[in-house]
């Protein structure tokens, strides 16, 4: 069944083939529901029960959020999958689409069912070509073993999934500058409301959810959403997977489960470098803020840990840094990345985010002002909370935590003209 964890096929040479997959009880979840024709509603309990929470970023509940699709209303409905990972740090949604692709089609195909939609898009960054060839792949094997496509299992639903390209534009992961980039438009975030569950792609009723949260649904309903639920903890159901990356000996991604110590986590990835001292982790991508080493230490890798420790686990993308960084030189690349993937649509963002990246270039090569520090802080704020999507926001919480936590660093910076760290 779906639930054994341990290969026990002859295709491990493939293992993103079809073959592969349903030799590990793949699509049997899929064949049961189309066969005995599941009602929706326990579909969508099981995955409440589950506390399977949006992998992408936003932590959202994936059951509340298939139950607003209205899905008894005439004409199109959609699902869209979230492949676009553009995050700084993080790296585990290409992984799935490398080798276990199927997973997520039939993640997809019980979304549709259970939403009653007829089309599904899965949104793939321009970049992953590799990933696209095995998701399209993926699709071809499993349109010719009839489950997706038309009249699936001979059950007379049809649903086919098509995967649309991007062109690694950091703003088109938000779901509505999405939906604008696959209409053909330029990528730009919609206001809201309407929400896509009404009015999404083409005008249509669309879902948008993570490749990991899709792909998690098959192992929720082969096992039950309590199965899942115990895996990790209240309100952060089952396994997650991290993108640890920096200064440790074997970065990767690591699926644990939800409540795991992040020191568990650090071992797993082969400890410090060179046996070097853990000074700052940024524990969800760069737009999240950042945690001193000692603090994150303590903290357990979910949602509320996290977020109790004052940071947010975003995307689970963990960038581990050691004594030897210039935590300076760190915000004046997030900074500049921000103000270069800015899409202009918002005047604080627009403006904003060149003003930050200005002000830590200038305080990095030996240019700042005493005065420029306070100014980084207010430019941040006045940004929070007054852009249409939360990239403002996500530029100006790494500025804000960066000097809460780091103050000093840009201080010897503007008063010695170099970095407190040594050279770089």
Request: proline share 6%.
């Amino acid at each position: 069944m779906a639930n054994e964890v341990c290969f026990r096929t002859l295709h491990l040479d493939k293992p993103w083939s079809i073959e592969t997959y349903k030799e590990n009880g793949g699509y049997e979840v899929w064949e049961k529901i189309v066969r005995e024709n599941t009602p929706p509603e326990e579909i969508i309990n099981e995955l409440k029960t589950s506390a399977l929470r949006g992998r992408g970023g936003a932590g959202f509940p994936t059951g509340l959020k298939w139950s607003f699709m209205p899905r008894g209303i005439p004409g199109d409905k959609y699902i869209v999958c979230n492949s676009d990972e553009g995050e700084p740090g993080t790296f585990k949604d290409r992984d799935i689409l490398r080798y276990n692709p199927h997973q997520l089609i039939e993640g997809m195909a019980i979304a549709a069912y259970t939403m009653g939609a007829n089309a599904g898009y899965n949104y793939i960054r321009g970049e992953f070509w590799e990933p696209f060839e095995r998701f399209e792949n993926a699709l071809k094997e499993a349109r010719a073993a009839g489950y997706i496509g038309k009249n699936i299992l001979g059950k007379g639903m049809d649903f086919d999934i098509h995967a649309h390209l991007g062109a690694g534009a950091y703003v088109c992961g938000e779901e509505t500058a999405l939906i604008e980039s696959i209409e053909g438009k330029k990528g730009q975030p919609r206001f809201k409301p309407p929400f896509p569950a009404s009015y999404g792609l083409y005008g249509r009723p669309t879902t948008i959810n993570n490749t990991e949260t899709l792909s998690s649904v098959p192992m929720i309903l082969a096992n039950s959403g309590q199965w899942f639920l115990e895996l990790g903890k209240p309100n952060n159901g089952g396994t997650k997977i991290f993108s640890v990356s920096g200064h440790v000996n074997k970065p990767g991604n690591y699926e644990i489960s939800m409540g795991t110590p992040f020191s568990e986590l650090l071992e797993m990835a082969g400890g410090m470098r060179d046996g070097h001292t853990l000074k700052a982790v940024i524990p969800g991508g760069s737009s999240t803020p950042v945690l001193p080493g000692d603090v994150m230490m303590d903290v357990t890798m979910d949602y509320d840990g996290i977020a109790k420790a004052g940071s947010m686990l975003g995307a689970g993308s963990v960038i581990v840094m050691d004594e030897t960084t210039c935590m300076v030189k760190v915000l004046a690349r997030i900074a500049h990345f921000y103000f270069e993937e800015s899409c202009g649509q918002c005047t604080p963002c627009r403006e904003g985010t060149g003003w930050l990246s200005r002000m830590v270039h200038r305080i990095e090569h030996g240019e700042g002002r005493p005065e420029d520090i306070d100014r980084l802080v207010d430019v941040a704020h006045k940004i929070e909370g007054r852009t249409i999507c939360a990239l403002g926001d996500a530029a100006a919480m790494p500025v804000t935590s960066f000097i809460k936590h780091y103050r000093e660093e840009f201080e010897y910076h503007i008063k010695h003209k170099r970095c407190m760290v040594g050279s770089h």
